[in-house]
Nanobody
Framework: QVQLVESGGGLVQAGGSLRLSCAASGRTFSNYDMGWFRQAPGKERTIVAAIRRSGDSTFYANSVKGRFTISRDNAKSTVSLQMNSLKPEDTAVYYC???????????????WGQGTQVTVSS
């Protein structure tokens, strides 16, 4: 099992930026694809972005394309999500996840972080 701890959430005005980070420990980080998910109150958890274990391919939800960037550092066992041009509808709890795999339509998670709150004010 890989343990994940997110950081970097907070309150920001619309149009601003935040950078989320996720530190992994335990199993070999580079054995996993990694993803960022979010869950707004009363809504399902949805995928925001994902990155292959090699770092050579990424996936973004349509709602964040062109605004968010996922990256990873296998040497440091970290994955990050740079969020620019934030909108009030980006407000949610953001979760980091280690993934056995992901496709455009499905994924299988190995473990989840505890989540970090992102609030975007209008």
């Amino acid at each position: 099992q890989v343990q994940l701890v997110e950081s970097g959430g907070g309150l920001v005005q619309a149009g601003g930026s935040l950078r989320l980070s996720c530190a992994a420990s335990g199993r070999t980080f580079s054995n996993y694809d990694m993803g960022w998910f979010r869950q707004a109150p009363g809504k399902e958890r949805t995928i925001v972005a994902a990155i292959r274990r090699s770092g050579d391919s990424t996936f973004y939800a349509n709602s964040v394309k062109g605004r968010f960037t996922i990256s990873r550092d296998n040497a440091k066992s970290t994955v990050s999500l740079q969020m620019n041009s934030l909108k009030p509808e980006d407000t949610a709890v953001y979760y980091c996840a280690a993934l056995h795999y992901y496709t455009d339509y499905s994924y299988r998670a190995a473990s989840w972080g505890q989540g970090t709150q992102v609030t975007v004010s209008s």
